[in-house]
C-alpha cells in the first residue's frame, strides 16, 4: 500500500492532490500514467502497477480525489501534476471514470503516447447492460452504500479497530461483490452521502466530443461479467474515436478488473507497452 508520507503532491484548487512516481534507471521505457475509477484509490491498481514496472516502464499514479464531480477539474489537475513532473508522451491508462480523465487531458494538451481504456464508456448512462439495469444501478443500487458503510462500522466496533485507509490491493481473484463493493463502502456516513451525491453526476459525464479529437493508439479491455460496463461501450467509443486507431479485447471478470483481474489485465495490454 503507499506511503502517503512518501508521496508527492501539489496544491490545486485549494486542495492537495497526492501522487507516487515509481522511477529507476532500469526504468527506461514510456512512462505510464495510472489513474483509478471514480469511488477508488491508488491501492486499486497498485498490482497492475508493480507489474508495469517489471516490464521496465516507469509509472506515475495518481490518488485522486473524488470529492469532485466536474470532469474538468481532474483533467487540469492531472495537467498540472504531468507538468510538474515534466513527464513528455506518457502511455496514460485509466479505468472507468479514470479513463474519461486522461481523455479529456489528452484533448487539452495531445501530450500522450497510447492512451488504455479498461472498463470504460464514453456515456455509461448510454452503454450500460440494458437501461433497466442502469435506473436500478443509479437509482437503488448507489444508495446501497449506506447500508455498506454501517456494515463495516460494526465490524470495526466488533472488532476494536479504526476505520483505515481503503485498501484494495488485497482483492485480487475476489468478486466484485461483496468483497470489492463492502471495501468501497467502508467509509463514514459523511464521506458515502459526498460520494453518492458526486457519483450520480460522474456517471452522467460523456466524452463523445472529446473521442473525435484523438488520433492516438487506443486498446480498450472489458471484462465478459461486467454489469455496469459491457464491451459494446467499445464500439461506442471506436465509432466516436474515428482518428484513434482502437482495439477492443474481453478477458474474464467484472468491473474492477486492474482490482480483481491484474494479471490477466497485463496479460491483455502488454503488447501495448513496449
Partial sequence: ?????????????????????TWTKELKKNFVVMYPGSSMNSSSMEKLEKMINDAGHPTL????????SDL????????????????????LLGQSAGYMVIIDYICKTNNADKVIGTCCSPKFSETGKNKLYFYIFDKILRYSGYLG???????????KEKRGYRDYSTLEGKKDIPHVWLSMTDVPFSYITED???????????????????????????????????????????????????????????????????????????????
Avoid at 61 to 68: A, G, K, L, S, V
Avoid at 72 to 91: H, M, R, T
Avoid at 220 to 227: A, C, H, R, T
Fill in 149 to 159: 458503510s454501517a456494515y463495516m462500522n460494526i465490524r470495526h466496533k466488533i472488532k
Fill in 72 to 91: 474538468n477539474y481532474f483533467s487540469n489537475d492531472l495537467s498540472a501534476v504531468i507538468k510538474k513532473e515534466g513527464i513528455e508522451k506518457p502511455i
Fill in 1 to 21: 500500500m503507499k506511503d502517503f508520507n512518501k508521496a508527492r503532491k501539489i496544491e490545486f484548487n485549494g486542495r492537495e492532490t497526492y501522487h507516487w512516481i
Fill in 61 to 68: 499514479m495518481i490518488e485522486p480525489d473524488w470529492m469532485n
Fill in 196 to 274: 453518492i451525491h458526486n457519483g450520480r453526476k460522474i456517471i452522467k459525464w460523456d466524452i463523445t466530443q472529446q473521442l473525435k479529437e484523438i488520433d492516438k493508439d487506443m486498446p480498450l479491455i472489458y471484462g465478459n461479467s461486467d454489469m455496469l460496463v459491457t464491451p459494446r461501450a467499445g464500439e461506442y467509443i471506436k465509432k466516436s474515436a474515428k482518428k484513434a486507431n482502437c482495439t477492443i479485447k474481453v478477458i474474464d471478470g467484472s468491473h474492477s478488473l486492474p482490482t480483481t483481474k491484474p494479471k490477466e489485465l497485463m496479460e491483455a495490454i502488454k503488447e501495448y507497452l513496449i
